[in-house]
């Protein structure tokens, strides 16, 4: 007991004086260059650039292992990479939920005389979920090489951004509903679509048939709403991401307002519907009449927002030109595509 | 299924307005002004009654013009009741100056023309909040208080007959 106690004090020692070898790891991707990068917000609220990923992108590159004293040998148990993707909800920091976990090792437990390059590749990596960073939850991936010792790992992670993808979907009704209340105020509100990409155009209209009330303005809404957890420990976190104001002064009966709301300026995410069991992300449209003694009268609508790939050009490697293809509803692509092929003949 | 490379941003399709809906009176037609104040009676037994006057031309009030004196205490009775009965959260009444009913004061107290005006102002914003409400417009006290001669205080609550 007090040999390995000793044992665990000099090794402390040792490595805060540094006179055992350590080294720095370095995760470069293959294709670095050239790969997209997205911004991407942080916890404490930062924004900052990762490399942009698809479902099923192979993700490839270097990890460089540079010793730190030049001529120690670097003993260890093994040196690993691994390919992560996992759910941290804040307020149960301690578990990680690991939906994807790869490894690869790239060197059985030996040691290490210089700097070395290892190369690895996950190949056609499922990534099945969007990245999201949320006021109570975090969904994020990251390549971490591990070089095991025997008292302390030396550890380096790497973060990247995935993004899902969809397709116009093949149904997208639109919306339209008479709301009200009874012998004060009907309106009917209609949203041409349900289901929109996130720089896509609210077009709509609102119909009055009855004003008994005396309204001021009128405003559209978005709001976000972020649920985790389940049961009995549900929260609920609504975050208002936009206020339009659309009509100013009094309608009558028979006006039509009209709306035109670009999504594209906002900040917004696809809607995640129960996203492994722990979380949702979801977008709702809120029309808001304020009356002149400052009453409130609202009705909300849940819309769909989905990500649209960019155009695909001829340059853009075989290997994102598949991902961008996998997305809910493949086999209507497939058919959408041969119709394409059909219309263009 | 093409593949647009500019939405549509053309304004949804809707049926013309009804002339006489774009140039007729409004539905939501409602005015009540509180004025005229009078200070009845003598000496420690006096109180000022205000013109409660209304003129509308929404369905649910009976009468589409009315006219009926009221008192503070009127006011207080209305206030009340909608606390009671509703769901609204009613706006506040000008104060109740009782200081102003406090024995050996320089001026006439709550007789004073400047505080009858005061309070006068603050009664009709109080009475024009309320009746504009459309859950207090579904209460029987606010039809007796804007509509009836004199405030039956044993009636029933409930929905307007």
Redesign the interface.
């Known amino acids: 007991m007090l040999s390995s106690l000793l044992h665990l004090h000099v090794g402390a020692v040792m490595s805060f004086f540094s006179f055992g070898q350590s080294a720095e790891i370095d995760i470069v991707l293959n294709d670095a260059e050239t790969k997209k990068k997205v911004e991407h917000k942080t916890e404490d609220g930062k924004k900052d650039k990762y490399f942009l990923f698809y479902d099923g992108e192979t993700v490839s590159g270097k990890v460089n292992v540079t010793l730190k004293n030049p001529g120690k040998r670097l003993e260890h148990q093994g040196i690993k990479i691994e390919f992560i993707g996992q759910i941290e909800l804040y307020y149960d920091r301690g578990n990680h939920h690991e939906f994807v976990s790869l490894v690869k090792d790239l060197a059985r437990p030996g040691e290490l005389t210089q700097s070395q390059t290892f190369d690895f590749e996950f190949t056609h990596v499922e990534k099945p979920y969007e990245s999201y960073t949320g006021q109570n939850v975090k969904l994020r991936y990251f390549l971490r090489a591990t070089i095991s010792r025997r008292l302390n790992d030396i550890s380096k992670e790497m973060d990247i951004v995935v993004h899902t993808l969809s397709t116009y979907p093949e149904l997208n009704s639109s919306i339209k509903m008479e709301v009200g209340i009874e012998d004060c105020l009907h309106i009917e509100f209609e949203y041409n679509k349900s289901k929109y990409h996130l720089k896509d155009v609210i077009v709509g209209k609102i119909y009055f048939l009855l004003v008994r009330i005396k309204i001021k303005h009128m405003e559209i809404d978005i709001i976000k709403r972020e649920t985790t957890g389940t049961g009995p420990n549900v929260y609920h976190e609504n975050d208002t991401i936009a206020k339009y104001e659309i009509m100013d002064g009094a309608p009558v009966r028979g006006e039509s307002i009209p709306i035109r709301l670009f999504l594209a300026g906002y900040e917004m995410t696809p809607t995640m519907r129960d996203i492994n069991k722990k979380f949702s992300v979801r977008y709702y449209l809120n029309l808001v009449l304020i009356d002149e003694e400052e009453r409130r009268y609202f009705k909300q609508q849940e819309i769909t927002l989905w990500r649209k790939g960019d155009i695909v050009r001829k340059s853009m490697s075989h290997q994102a030109a598949i991902a961008s293809q996998r997305f809910e509803g493949s086999s209507n692509n497939e058919k959408a595509v041969a119709q394409n092929k059909e219309d263009s003949n | ?3 647009a490379a500019v ?6 399709n ?2 013309p ?2 002339l006489t ?2 140039y ?1 009176p ?3 037609f ?1 005015e009540i002004d509180v004025y005229n104040p009078q200070t009845i009676g003598v000496g420690r037994n006096r109180f000022t009654t205000y013109e409660v006057r209304m003129r509308t031309n ?3 009030f009976k009468l589409k013009e009315s006219c009926v004196r009221r008192r503070y205490s009127d006011f207080e009775w209305l206030k009340n009741e909608l606390e009671r009965d509703s769901k609204i959260v009613v706006p506040p009444l000008p104060g109740k100056a009782l200081k102003r009913q406090l024995p050996f004061r320089g001026d006439e107290g709550i007789f004073e023309e400047s505080f009858i005006e005061e309070r006068r102002v603050g009664l009709e914003q109080f009475i ?2 309320i009746a ?3 859950l207090a ?1 579904n209460e029987r006290c606010l039809h007796i208080f804007l509509q009836e001669e004199s405030i039956d205080r044993n009636y029933i609550p409930g929905k307007p007959l």
Do not use: C, V, Y
């Not at chain 2, 939405?7 to 949804?12: F, K």
């Open positions: 299924m093409s593949e939405a549509d941003t053309r304004r949804l809707s049926k307005q009804d809906d774009a007729g409004p539905s939501n409602l929404l369905p649910i024009n909040r504009g409400h459309p417009q």
